[in-house]
T-cell receptor, first 115, second 114 residues
Framework: SQQGEEDPQALSIQEGENATMNCSYKTSINNLQWYRQNSGRGLVHLILIRSNEREKHSGRLRVTLDTSKKSSSLLITASRAADTASYFCATKPNAGGTSYGKLTFGQGTILTVHP | DTEVTQTPKHLVMGMTNKKSLKCEQH?????MYWYKQKAKKPPELMFVYSYEKLSINESVPSRFSPECPNSSLLNLHLHALQPEDSALYLC?????????????FGDGTRLSIL
């Protein structure tokens, strides 16, 4: 079962605007990752944030993690048409359980950036 | 171009056929994964191999049979599939199953069952 829930399910913006996607999860995690998937392609890793980190940046990407609320957000600043894709959060559980080693994906957000 | 190569890119097969999907990586990763993805849905984990041994099987029907002949190769053997098995099948690899390193995905095989 997929433990991650993402919102919005779809987001449509103009080039240059910022895009924010949210992810919630249910169990304790070791880390949370964000992936992008262009239509008809595989997933591309964007950024990983560990459970003891609160914020991380990579280029135009900013990820926050709030373990008390079991939620994360991905912000893409100054969006471009090339950012059009599906974005998935994925959680990796802590050691010790039967799920250890697995990556569980959220439902995803479809982002459309209009030129 | 991705560092994980999957072949074929597309496969159409009848319900009585036997076919195989192939995945290859040369990054020295010791964990490899098979996922199934339906349209507009997230990937669903099927199998995990760690050091060429099957470590996780997510209760996948026996008509799907994985194989890891060596640390660079991962196969998925298909037999007597059902129309609902039509999907994008993604292979991924990572350094170790328990590491904090991300997974690297291939572009998948789009499978259609007639």
């Amino acid at each position: 079962s997929q433990q991650g829930e993402e919102d919005p399910q779809a987001l449509s913006i103009q080039e240059g605007e910022n895009a924010t996607m949210n992810c919630s999860y249910k169990t304790s995690i070791n880390n949370l990752q964000w992936y992008r998937q262009n239509s008809g392609r595989g997933l591309v890793h964007l950024i990983l944030i560990r459970s003891n980190e609160r914020e991380k940046h990579s280029g135009r990407l900013r990820v926050t993690l709030d373990t008390s609320k079991k939620s994360s957000s991905l912000l893409i600043t100054a969006s471009r048409a090339a950012d059009t894709a599906s974005y998935f959060c994925a959680t990796k559980p802590n050691a010790g359980g039967t799920s250890y080693g697995k990556l569980t994906f959220g439902q995803g957000t479809i982002l459309t950036v209009h030129p | 171009d991705t560092e994980v190569t999957q072949t074929p890119k597309h496969l159409v097969m009848g319900m009585t056929n036997k076919k195989s999907l192939k995945c290859e990586q040369h990054m020295g990763h010791r964990a490899m994964y098979w996922y199934k993805q339906k349209a507009k849905k997230p990937p669903e984990l099927m199998f995990v191999y760690s050091y060429e041994k099957l470590s996780i099987n997510e209760s996948v029907p026996s008509r799907f049979s994985p194989e890891c002949p060596n640390s660079s190769l991962l196969n998925l053997h298909l037999h007597a599939l059902q129309p609902e098995d039509s999907a994008l099948y993604l292979c991924a690899s990572s350094q170790r199953t328990h590491s904090n390193q991300p997974q690297h995905f291939g572009d998948g095989t789009r499978l259609s069952i007639l």
